[in-house]
């Protein structure tokens, strides 16, 4: 089976292991979709983003969460 591959340095698909590694995307499965590599690289780096967000806020509270103080806690 042909794998795909886009060329970062060109902007041209190629079929196979064409272009030195530090400048190919991929391997995709379609012609047509390493095509979409620019679009689908920055949707997957969207996600990844958002899922390390959120991971950095595990377990975390906002200050405005935080419960309030009880009135009669003398710290010990």
Not at 8 to 18: A, F, H, R, S, Y
């Amino acid at each position: 089976m042909a794998e795909f591959w886009y060329n970062l340095e060109t902007g041209v698909v190629e079929e196979g292991m064409v272009s030195p590694g530090y400048d190919r995307a991929g391997p995709f499965s379609t012609r047509e979709e390493a095509a979409r590599a620019p679009e689908i690289i920055k949707e997957r780096s969207r996600a990844w983003a958002a899922e390390e967000a959120a991971a950095d806020d595990w377990g975390q509270r906002r200050s405005d969460d935080a419960p309030a103080p009880d009135a009669h806690d003398d710290g010990r």
